[in-house]
Antibody
Framework: QLQLQESGPGLVKPSDILSLTCTVS??????????WAWIRQPPGKGLEWIGSVSSNWGAFRTPSLKSRVNISVDTSKNQFSLRLSSVTAADTAVYYC????????????WGLGALVTVSS | DIQLTQSPSSLSASVGDRVTITCRASQAVGGYLAWYQQTAGKPPKLLIHGASTLQSGVPSRFSGSGSTTDFTLTISSLQPEDVATYYC?????????FGGGTKVEIK
């Protein structure tokens, strides 16, 4: 059973970089079977896909955040990470890591989520 | 980008009622449509993919239908544990987008 868990600071200052890590268990992060994704949900609002990465197939990101987002894989730690630069209060959200099959992009496994607040 | 519009945004129904939620895409997405259930404080849970394929372990009272631009999620007999917000998601191509959600409550 694949499990994912987010970790990282819960408070980030405006204009700083938001960094989160997702630890994967039950599957190899280097597997060609999966993409690893980040999705966020502002308080009381809907879901927004940020981007997905595969150590085999590369990465793709939502256009509205593309210039500020980097998603990477660390196969030695079985983790993947999100970096979001130049954050503002609008980036305050619960950030979820998730997985989707490599050839079909619905999200079948999710982490519990991590609330990140952007505030000085 | 393709937009997904869900309706209604919220509904209240009695236990045992049949509940229908619709998701309309601004352009054709084929059958590449998934539905998720999110209960308070929890991550979304995949219910249906491929517009109508029930994910393993999901109760059979949930069903999905539709294709191209118009999709439906049906709960055949609403149960108290179905109180949640439901989201559709299209995955025919990036960007992967979600509908705005439908909040389901018990009357």
């Amino acid at each position: 059973q694949l499990q994912l868990q987010e970790s990282g600071p819960g408070l980030v200052k405006p204009s700083d970089i938001l960094s989160l890590t997702c630890t994967v268990s039950g599957a190899s992060i280097g597997s060609s079977t999966y993409y690893w994704a980040w999705i966020r949900q502002p308080p009381g609002k809907g879901l927004e896909w940020i981007g997905s990465v595969s150590s085999n197939w590369g990465a793709f990101r939502t256009p509205s955040l593309k210039s500020r987002v980097n998603i990477s894989v660390d196969t030695s730690k079985n983790q993947f990470s999100l970096r979001l630069s130049s954050v503002t209060a609008a980036d305050t959200a619960v950030y979820y890591c998730a997985s989707h099959p490599a050839v079909i992009y619905y999200f079948d496994y999710w982490g519990l989520g991590a609330l990140v607040t952007v505030s000085s | 980008d393709i937009q997904l519009t869900q309706s209604p945004s919220s509904l209240s129904a009695s236990v045992g009622d049949r509940v229908t939620i619709t998701c309309r895409a601004s352009q054709a997405v084929g059958g590449y449509l998934a539905w998720y259930q999110q209960t308070a404080g929890k991550p979304p849970k995949l219910l249906i993919h491929g517009a109508s394929t029930l994910q393993s372990g999901v109760p059979s009272r949930f069903s999905g239908s539709g294709s191209t631009t118009d999709f439906t999620l049906t709960i055949s007999s609403l149960q108290p544990e179905d109180v949640a917000t439901y989201y559709c998601q299209k995955y025919n191509s990036a960007p992967l987008t979600f509908g705005g959600g439908t909040k389901v409550e018990i009357k």
